[in-house]
């Protein structure tokens, strides 16, 4: 039997996050290895498993995957998660990085200070509300589909549902002019390796607190 991927990253979200939901949604056991000391992530830059100095790493069939995208392209193409073809690959990169780069403002709050976080938290709700669940709401309108690319459980659908649980965290009331993008949140919440993930006792992290931020701090010396 193959080795279960490990994951080498902080107690935390972050960018690992994202990885976690896509090995969760195609029903992948994983392991993970927490990094809490600074020597722990010298060690694995000192043995070369850190491409670019950087985590999230991921070890998994004989390889050290690190930069999140291309260990998130390769679990969506191994996992059948990625589209039939080119023309669906390039739907669900582009839904992808749009839901990434709504995320990412998102998992950069905690290290702001208290008036940076208060202007960012504002930020994020009129660009989720005024630009990102704008668009998937007229995409679901559009094609009338359960999922967002060629009717079929993707990568993209992963991604905009943990979007959408991670802005709901700041506002629970977000989707109230989202019927659609409601539904859809319903809809892949029931798919059965999605609604194990987000059951209590699951591998899914905690919102961040201060906490992660002052370990991750002190591990990467920022």
């Known amino acids: 039997m193959a080795a279960k991927p490990k994951l080498y990253y902080f107690r935390g979200r972050g960018r690992m996050e994202s990885i976690r939901w896509l090995l969760a949604a195609a029903g992948v ?22 491409l670019f100095g950087q985590v999230p790493l991921v070890e998994m069939d004989g390889m050290m995957l ?30 992808v990085d749009g839901t990434l780069d709504l995320m990412m403002m998102i998992v950069l709050t905690p290290f702001k200070s208290p008036e940076e976080k208060e202007e960012s938290l504002a930020l ?4 989720a ?26 990568w993209a659908d992963v991604q905009l549902l943990e979007a959408i649980l991670m802005v709901e965290e700041l506002n629970a009331s977000v989707l109230s002019d989202f019927p659609l993008l409601k ?18 006792g699951s591998q899914r992290k905690p919102p961040p607190d201060q906490h992660y931020a002052d370990v991750v701090r002190h591990v990467l010396q920022f």
Request: glycine share 4%.
């Open 29 to 50: 056991e994983f392991e993970e290895e927490f990094l809490e000391k600074r020597e722990q992530y010298e060690k694995l830059d000192k043995d070369g498993r850190l």
């Open 66 to 95: 690190t930069q999140t995208r291309a260990i998130l392209n390769y679990l969506a193409a191994k996992y059948n998660l990625y589209g039939k073809d080119l023309k669906e690959r390039v739907r669900i990169d582009m839904y």
């Open 129 to 154: 509300k005024n630009r990102y669940f704008t668009v998937f709401e007229k995409i679901l309108k559009d094609h009338g589909q359960d999922f967002l690319v060629g009717n079929k459980f993707s």
């Open 124 to 127: 994020i709700m009129k660009k």
């Open 183 to 200: 539904a859809f949140k319903t809809r892949i919440s029931n798919i059965p390796t999605i609604k194990k993930f987000l059951q209590p």
